[in-house]
């Protein structure tokens, strides 16, 4: 496969993966902004920040109404990181990696697209919003649901899978990290008033209340939700579960290719130096340090992968 | 007035009875439902272009029209002839203008065809491609003006385009109605792929050990034929790759991998001559792989088509391909030239300005239907205008009569209605000999009237069906 071509499948899931965090998070966002009026402004702001875009929202515009932050992370186009730039970056990409995909998986993408241009091609009011977001998150099941479904699972079916382990690891990651004095056990010492409701917000941007809920019963406590947020194997959005994915991901190409690549002993590091502490040696360390130091670990293999797999030329 | 389906008269020609009769019996509204699905089909599909010169965002569809375009098999027996002999001559051409040049010497071609021939490299002066092929890819342009009157418009020696439209509207016209396919046997036409991939590993260098590894260039997804480049690379199951994936590796062309570079042993390109090497051509040329062409000199690689293949596509040329087809066959053109008036010579100049409104005068270099001009269906002021820059560049342009050209029904919101049409039929050459897929691509102007089938200028396609015998 040309390296081209896996750099291609693998931002290309990691665009999609983008596309249906954002719609999360705006939907999360949504919520708060309903029911307390308040906190909105704050909830957005964190909502920008967790996409990583909040400077470029800054620069923009001066207020966080809810229609304007919500057109810029659906919309617009100056905004790196709205739905309908990532949406054409996957296709893009999805195009130009079209000889390693199935007809189906290429036409979801290729549908996605087109479906997603048309339901935004004006501003979308707040009435629309949660039909439009269920959209987003439909098609977003139907690519991969060709993927998991068509795709051989040869090398281009794991770098698609990887961008999206990846990519989600390192959503679920930012979520904490802005979110992160919320769950501390002794919040009181920043001064801060923490609830039931915030901490549903954010078990609701990783679409994990239910499955919380199933799992806990009705006590919620921080470290039970950081817990299950961070280390849970069985939790499709944990960091734990996303570096089982890609330990065996890079494994497979290791395998396939004859080899062994330092991005596979990379995973293996992160995953026995940083997600085998317990939450308690985590707090112990300091939440938000944790998650900072797993952050740059993440774009440390994600780095690792492009020179491993040749993706680009390199000088020399 | 010419029609395929009705000849000059009330009755359906023989090949169209068996499509007539199935046609006679369908529901109007699941035709119109069938049409609308198509253009669904063709969008989700992502079987689109982009028009030079429109926002790149703006990818359009060429219209397809649901009713095919019947070819009996002796109607098709007489063309491939035709096309075979001209495609042997054409190669042969390009041999001998990059060789000894017999053709200049025995004044049958006048030198200045090719000496001012921007398509011609002196580089290639002496080159051996293997199997002495020069056009692997041929998509020879067909008109037809009555029951037995076909001519050649174009040869397109040098990147014929369309062939993934041939393939799609069959898959199309199969999913549609799959019941007519059972009743009509039809020439299949899904083997294409395969063959071009044995024809093109058939091509394959000296330096090439073991199996030949084919790829296909493209300049990017942003060109206008990107889901052609990428459908043919997909259907044969070989690479696709643009400049940025290519370098030259212990002396071959080597493309990046996952697992490091790998030799290509053919590589069929879909970037024109001036692009392909920076060292060589164009120094500007982002799209291509420096060195390549030095390779391609020692033999580590096979460029599909040759370079410098262009120089017979030039329209002053294609005036004397009856005299070329007769100097390397020795035999009589079987297919017809459409007559041509060279605007370079002063008698002929002055009958093309004295009708300029009967006739179709076209620049000899260009291509897709840009900087035409169609005097019929001009306005005085634009052949004004054209008589200007004709009378200013006259050698730049050629002047043809403007033909009859055939029609066939399209399927309208009113029922049938004939719209002009031409014929690309694709060739494959190769040492193991020529083969030409049954049928081709037939463009249709949608307009009523219009003589004009380029899809840039909004021509539409439709499925061409060779009967089986």
Known sequence: ?316 | MFDEMLGSGEDVRQPYQDYKNWLDHEDVRRLHRKSAEAEAFFRKTGITFNVYGQDEADERLIPFDVVPRVLSASEWRKLSKGIEQRVRAINAFLYDIYHRQEILRAGRVPIELIANNAAFLPQMIGVNPPGGIYTHIIGTDIVRTGDEEFYVLEDNARTPSGVSYMLENRETMLQMFPELFAKIKVQEVSNYPGQLRRSLAACAPPQCEGKPVVAVLTPGIHNSAYFEHSFLADQMGVELVEGHDLKIVDGRVAMRTTEGYTAIDVLYRRIDDEYLDPLNFNPHSMLGVPGIFDVYRSGGITIANAPGTGISDDKALYSYMPDIVEFYTGEKPLLENVPTWRCSEKDELAYVLEHLEELVVKEVHGSGGYGMLVGPAASKKEVGAFRAKLIDNASNYIAQPTLALSTVPIFTKKGLSPRHVDLRPFVLVSPEGISITPGGLTRVAMTKGSLVVNSSQGGGTKDTWVLEE
């Open chain 1, 1 to 316: 496969m040309l390296g081209k071509t896996a750099a291609s499948l693998f931002w290309m899931s990691r665009y999609l993966e983008r596309v249906e965090n954002s719609a999360r998070f705006i939907e999360a966002g949504f919520r708060i902004a309903l029911t307390r009026s308040a906190s909105a402004s704050g909830e957005w702001s964190s909502v920008l920040k967790s996409s990583g875009v909040l400077e470029a929202y800054r620069a923009k515009h001066d207020d966080f109404e809810s229609t304007k932050v919500i057109d810029f992370l659906l919309r617009d186009r100056d905004n790196a990181g709205s739905v309908m730039v990532l949406m054409k970056q996957a296709r893009d990409s999805a195009r130009t990696a079209r000889t390693a995909l199935t007809r189906e998986v290429w036409e979801a993408t290729n549908e996605s697209w087109i479906t997603l241009n048309a339901a935004m091609a004006k501003p979308v009011s707040e009435q629309d919003l949660p039909e439009t977001l269920g959209l987003i998150r439909q098609q977003s099941a139907l690519v991969r649901g060709a993927t998991l479904g068509t795709m051989l699972r040869n090398d281009g079916f794991n770098f698609l899978r990887l961008g999206s382990f990846l990519e989600r690891a390192d959503s679920t990651a930012r979520i904490l990290d802005v979110k992160y004095y919320l769950l501390l056990p002794s919040v009181a010492l920043i001064g801060s008033s923490v609830d039931n409701v915030q901490w549903e917000t954010i078990l609701r941007s990783v679409s994990a209340h239910r499955s919380f809920r199933w799992l806990n019963g009705p006590d919620i406590s921080a470290k039970a939700v950081a817990d299950y947020l961070m280390l849970h194997k069985q939790m499709p959005r944990s960091l734990t579960f996303c570096y089982a994915k890609i330990s065996d991901n890079l494994n497979y190409l290791d395998e396939n290719y004859d080899r062994k690549s330092r991005s596979g002993e990379l995973a293996q590091e992160i995953c026995n130096n940083i997600l085998s502490k317990p939450i308690e040696a985590i707090f112990e360390y300091g939440l938000h340090q944790y998650i900072g130091d797993f952050i740059v670990a993440n774009n440390g293999l994600a780095a690792q992968i492009e020179t491993d797999f040749n993706f680009q030329d390199r000088v020399g």
